[in-house]
């Protein structure tokens, strides 16, 4: 009787063909003498130290229940048959046919298990089981918490376990919430905007000192424990277990929470309640017969980004601030309106959170002022654009992409058309809301491009289309000016000066104004309870 000879431990054949032609990761990662070593591991861990010996025939069948559906998974005294349990997850199984070593596969993960395993490579590590996987009936099989260490945690999931019914009901497991901060204060109230990976529900409450933000039963990852913030209104933002502390600078403060999505995030104002009035109670003000309009301008860049630099160093977000308040302060001599800045400060705002606030407080159009940059050092002039998905030109475009590169959220709102690419779905439905306000948009850029081609001197360059960013989400009329180009030193000294500022904000306060005389019958959006007008110099 010819007997068989058990493989030996450090023999090739006892590995998968495939992994000695394509080795793991954690296999190719090792290199060299280190790699053979990993290597004869897996063929210990595979191989076994002894002979298996036969097992009893199957013992029943137990149910996996996955998304809805049952699945049969046959049982060996305790033990579950692989291929089930797998097939049942999603999981694609093969099996080498020489050392019969199976390998389970999903989304970017591979688990290998023979007859013998204990410690089961996954991925990069080794998770061990509680008994060696064997052979049963000619398959093979594995005990349960193979499905609990190694396979779940690979689809996200956990499982109960109902020993009278053999069924494991598998759920899939609630992510971690992830967390990022942005605090900006816009005179009189501070924003903090909390970026979630996921919305979540979530419950506020105000605290003797401050605002409390719980979200029940998730696991929270914060970007930090404590910081301290040199802020008028909070001093400290504090993470701990489910919860988000908001520490106020004084008592007395109000708060409020709110969520926004695409991205998903959110937005806390804080800000000081109204002082209780000492005068004598007079009768209510008249109506005013037609309701302020209201109006956000996005002074462009701010904080650390600073947008294009002229040869004389001026920087683009100095004078697009300087520009923004100026006409937030000729608008009320030219409009009954409520005027909102994104930003009154030198801070970074993301080019997200800008057209958030315009939505947020029901604007009833949205203004983003810029200054312009070529490599060509004699462009010249103003330019109005209006957000479409496809660029006017190839200028169009290049403008655009520079005004893109502002820092925003990780999976938030969509970049735009990469050259020569497809446009992102998320774009496109993002043009697709835009459409609605495409017409007045485009005769806002016509009537604010007609003045500044008089401020300019020039009538060559016109109104254009292009993907910019900061317009998208808008859900009212949009549009970006690039006031001059501070790339030309005519232009930059120009931009740098207090009488082109006024004379470029007077000009776009005028179109503002003939605009909105020429809707009188539209009548503007409600106004959010409690808003009030930004303060301008």
């Known amino acids: 009787m010819h007997r068989k000879e058990p493989l030996a431990a450090n023999s090739r054949s006892s590995l998968p063909a495939n992994l000695h032609r394509n080795p793991p990761l954690w296999a190719r990662a090792a290199g060299g003498a280190a790699a053979a070593a990993v290597l004869l591991l897996l063929a210990r861990l595979v191989a076994g130290q002894t002979t ?34 797998a097939k049942a997850l999603g999981f694609d199984v093969s099996t080498d046919s020489t050392t019969g070593v199976m390998t389970l596969s999903s989304a970017g993960h591979q688990v290998f298990l023979g007859v013998g395993t204990t410690q089961v490579p996954v991925d990069q590590r080794i998770v061990q089981i509680s008994r060696q996987a064997r052979s049963a009936n000619g398959a093979l099989h594995a005990p349960p918490d193979l499905l609990d ?69 998730r696991k929270i990852v914060p970007p930090f424990q404590e910081r301290r913030y040199e802020d008028p209104l909070i001093s400290a933002i504090r ?25 998903d995030r959110l937005v806390i104002e804080v800000g000081r309640a109204a002082a209780p009035s000492t005068l004598p109670s007079a009768p209510a003000p008249a109506p005013v017969p037609t309701p302020a309009w209201t109006v956000v301008i996005d002074a462009g860049h701010g904080g650390t980004e600073t947008g294009a630099i002229g040869p004389g160093g001026l920087q683009e977000k100095d004078t697009t601030l300087q520009i923004a308040r100026r006409i937030a302060s000729a608008l009320p001599r030219l409009l009954s309106c409520r005027v909102l800045m994104t930003r009154d400060s030198d801070a970074v705002i993301s ?187």
């Not at 009901?169 to 990022?180: C, R, W």
């Not at 901060?181 to 919305?199: D, F, M, N, R, Y």
């Not at 520490?247 to 991205?263: K, N």
């Open 351 to 537: 080019l997200d959170d800008r057209t958030a606030v315009a939505n947020h407080e029901k604007a009833d159009l949205f203004l983003s002022v810029h200054a312009n940059s070529s490599r060509a050092s004699g462009a010249h002039g103003s330019e109005t654009y209006y957000l479409s998905l496809e660029a006017s030109d190839r200028i169009a475009q290049d403008v655009a992409s520079r005004e893109n590169s502002l820092p925003s959220a990780p999976a938030a709102a969509p970049a735009p058309r990469p050259a020569g690419g497809s446009p992102t779905l998320d774009f496109i439905l993002w043009d697709l809301a835009q459409s609605a306000h495409i017409k007045d948009s485009s005769e806002l850029a016509e009537a604010i491009q007609q003045e500044l081609n008089g401020v300019s001197g020039t009538d060559k360059r016109g109104i254009k289309q292009a993907p910019f960013r900061v317009l998208v989400g808008a859900t009212m009329p949009a549009v970006l000016v690039e006031a001059a180009f501070i790339s030309n030193p005519e232009e930059e000294k120009k931009l740098s000066s207090a009488a082109f500022q006024q004379s470029v904000a007077d000009g776009i306060a005028r179109a503002i104004a003939g605009f909105f005389a020429r809707r009188k019958g539209t009548g503007p959006r409600p106004t959010p309870a409690g808003a009030a007008a930004v303060r301008t110099p």
């Open 149 to 217: 260490r190694v396979l779940l945690p690979l689809v996200g999931a956990t499982a109960t376990y109902d020993a009278a019914r053999r069924v494991w009901t598998i759920v899939e497991a609630v992510p971690a919430l992830t967390i990022d901060v942005a605090v900006v204060h816009v005179e009189p109230t501070t924003q903090i905007v909390l970026k979630e990976s996921t919305g979540a529900e979530f419950i506020p409450s105000l605290t003797e000192n401050g605002f409390q933000i719980r979200w029940p039963d």
């Open 52 to 85: 298996p010996t036969p097992t009893p025939a199957p013992s029943g069948t137990g149910t996996i229940v996955w998304r809805g559906e049952a699945h049969p998974v046959a049982l060996a005294s305790g033990d579950l048959r692989v291929t089930d349990v």
């Open 239 to 263: 993470f701990a277990g489910d919860s988000a502390m908001i520490e106020f600078r004084d008592r007395g403060l109000f708060a409020r929470a709110y969520p926004l999505t695409s991205p």
